[in-house]
């Protein structure tokens, strides 16, 4: 199974290319529009700032070939926030693939949201074999707000989408490579059973 991993200078890179060592997998970290094109599972990971970012993606056409693509498609983290239409961060119009706004989480709040929280997951087939609500790891500063293509939330004094599903499209905020079983069971899910 060739599994891409888009490159497109966001962190965490090599958490989610050891996570897919784990599960017996070698992720290919490329920008290279016919690689990702042509992977069965694509994966757009990613901690870092929404407007750089999105610069990066439009400057190599990266932006089109996202919303092209048809295999099964996993957004992590900042990658979630990117296949939103709007960031607060930056004022960023983003990818579009999900109908969610991103905002940065209230003021009095403290920011970023850090550590284990619950998600409530519902019936769809990314999470099989996960036990709801389910904890997972979080690190971030702005959220999306909950859509039609919510499929688990998260409260953190306000509630925001966990987990997003749009035809071959998921995406998850927290970081299923640092979430223990429930993490590895969604990597699982979506490498092995869409």
């Given at each position: 199974?060739?599994?891409?991993?888009?490159?497109?200078?966001?962190?965490?890179?090599?958490?989610?290319?050891?996570?897919?060592?784990?599960?017996?997998?070698?992720?290919?970290?490329?920008?290279?529009?016919?690689?990702?094109?042509?992977?069965?599972?694509?994966?757009?990971?990613?901690?870092?700032?929404?407007?750089?970012?999105m610069k990066?993606?439009?400057?190599?056409?990266?932006?089109?070939?996202?919303?092209?693509?048809?295999?099964?498609?996993?957004?992590?983290?900042?990658?979630?926030?990117?296949?939103?239409?709007?960031?607060?961060?930056?004022?960023?119009?983003?990818?579009?693939?999900?109908?969610?706004?991103?905002?940065?989480?209230?003021?009095?709040?403290?920011?970023?949201?850090?550590?284990?929280?619950?998600?409530?997951?519902?019936?769809?087939?990314?999470?099989?074999?996960?036990?709801?609500?389910?904890?997972?790891?979080?690190?971030?500063?702005?959220?999306?707000?909950?859509?039609?293509?919510?499929?688990?939330?998260?409260?953190?004094?306000?509630?925001?989408?966990?987990?997003?599903?749009?035809?071959?499209?998921?995406?998850i905020q927290?970081?299923?490579?640092?979430?223990?079983?429930?993490?590895?069971?969604?990597?699982?899910?979506?490498?092995?059973?869409?």
């Open positions: 199974m060739q599994v891409a991993v888009i490159k497109y200078n966001a962190g965490n890179i090599k958490s989610v290319m050891l996570a897919l060592k784990r599960l017996g997998l070698e992720g290919n970290l490329t920008d290279n529009p016919d690689e990702i094109l042509n992977a069965d599972r694509v994966i757009f990971p990613g901690q870092g700032e929404a407007k750089s970012a990066y993606l439009k400057e190599r056409e990266l932006d089109k070939v996202i919303q092209s693509i048809e295999n099964p498609f996993l957004g992590i983290c900042l990658g979630l926030q990117l296949l939103c239409s709007h960031s607060e961060e930056g004022d960023t119009e983003c990818l579009g693939v999900f109908d969610a706004n991103v905002k940065k989480f209230p003021n009095e709040l403290k920011v970023p949201h850090m550590g284990w929280n619950i998600g409530s997951l519902s019936e769809d087939i990314i999470f099989n074999g996960i036990q709801s609500p389910a904890y997972f790891y979080f690190v971030h500063s702005y959220y999306a707000e909950l859509c039609d293509q919510t499929i688990s939330e998260t409260e953190y004094m306000l509630p925001f989408s966990n987990v997003l599903h749009k035809d071959n499209f998921y995406a927290p970081h299923p490579e640092k979430s223990a079983e429930a993490g590895e069971q969604f990597l699982k899910n979506f490498l092995f059973e869409l």
